[in-house]
Nanobody, 115 residues
Framework: QVQLVESGGGSVQAGGSLTLSCAAS????????MGWYRQAPGKQRELVAKKTSGGNTNYADSVKGRFTISRDNAKKLVYLQMNSLKPSDTAVYYCNVEQLGRVYWGRGTQVTVSS
């Protein structure tokens, strides 16, 4: 089993920055993918960014050039640095781990960007 706990959400004005953190506990196996998804009110959950244990990254077009995902594999941490935030980035952000065909989710952290 894998447990994920997100932190770092909050409220910020447009143009500001936030860094989200996700701490994983339990068995993190290789290969795996750790990532961030978000869900805005009335919308489906969508991929924000993900990074494999091999180092490959994937970003949603809407965040390219503004968000950066990073991992500390030894500490089982994954981060999402968010710069130049927009009101459209407002959502609940969820940490995600995929390994051995199973998917694990955190409970989410709210990010609110005001104009």
């Amino acid at each position: 089993q894998v447990q994920l706990v997100e932190s770092g959400g909050g409220s910020v004005q447009a143009g500001g920055s936030l860094t989200l953190s996700c701490a994983a506990s339990g068995s993190i196996l290789r290969p795996n993918t750790m990532g961030w998804y978000r869900q805005a009110p009335g919308k489906q959950r969508e991929l924000v960014a993900k990074k494999t244990s091999g180092g490959n990254t994937n970003y949603a077009d809407s965040v390219k050039g503004r968000f950066t995902i990073s991992r500390d594999n030894a500490k089982k941490l994954v981060y999402l640095q968010m710069n130049s935030l927009k009101p459209s980035d407002t959502a609940v952000y969820y940490c995600n781990v995929e390994q051995l065909g199973r998917v694990y989710w955190g409970r989410g952290t709210q990010v609110t960007v005001s104009s």
